[in-house]
């Protein structure tokens, strides 16, 4: 167990025949542990999180790829990013957005898929003009820009990456 304190809110683990996922809490502290079932660690995160008042709810994400390379020019031209791609060793990789809140990875224990959490992006411009990369790079529009109906919160459209995975965008 990560967590020794005795101020500990709670433990969980979950496992299937391969990994298990282990959360632990203490006080503002978040661990999150992935072990393989032989033993092997493959991956661990720390998230702190403000118990007041929160700035962000979603503090990392992690969009799965088949091709990393396809994946991490698809990003990097649809929002204007400049992703720099990591080596993690055992086959994992992932390339990080700038604004340190997620990345494109690539593991043999993530797919893509249209069928998961959604997840919804800034666009860097306009819905129309990141529609439009999204089109050139191989990705499709699902829902069309589409006014949000509560005043004041803008728009949003949902497509498909170059990976199957899909994206919502937010203006």
């Known amino acids: 167990m990560l967590c020794h304190r005795k101020d500990a809110r709670r433990d969980e683990s979950r496992s299937d ?3 298990t996922v282990a959360f632990h ?10 072990l393989q079932n032989d033993g092997l660690y493959f991956c661990s995160r720390i998230l702190t999180f403000k118990t ?8 990392w994400v992690e969009i799965p790829s088949a091709d990393f390379d396809r994946a991490v020019k698809f990003y990097g031209s649809v929002f204007k990013l400049e992703l720099a791609p990591i080596d993690c060793g055992n086959g994992e990789k992932m390339a ?9 990875v690539y593991s043999q224990h993530v797919r893509p898929s249209e069928n998961g959490v959604l997840v919804s992006l800034a666009v ?23 006014k949000i109906e509560a ?20 203006e």
Not at 25 to 34: G, N, R
Not at 52 to 59: D, G, L, S, T, Y
Not at 125 to 144: N, W
Not at 151 to 170: P, R, T
Request: with cysteine.
């Open 52 to 59: 007041e008042e929160m700035e962000k709810f979603v503090a």
């Open 25 to 34: 809490f203490c006080e503002d502290v978040a661990f999150i542990q992935f």
């Open 96 to 104: 990080c957005f700038p604004t340190g809140e997620g990345a494109v």
């Open 17 to 19: 025949e391969k990994i």
């Open 151 to 170: 005043e004041g919160m803008g728009y949003f459209a949902v497509c498909m990456d170059s990976e199957d995975n899909k994206i919502g965008l937010y």
């Open 124 to 146: 860097p411009d306009s819905i129309e003009a990141t529609i439009l990369r999204i089109e050139q790079g191989k990705g499709k529009v699902i829902i069309p820009k589409t």
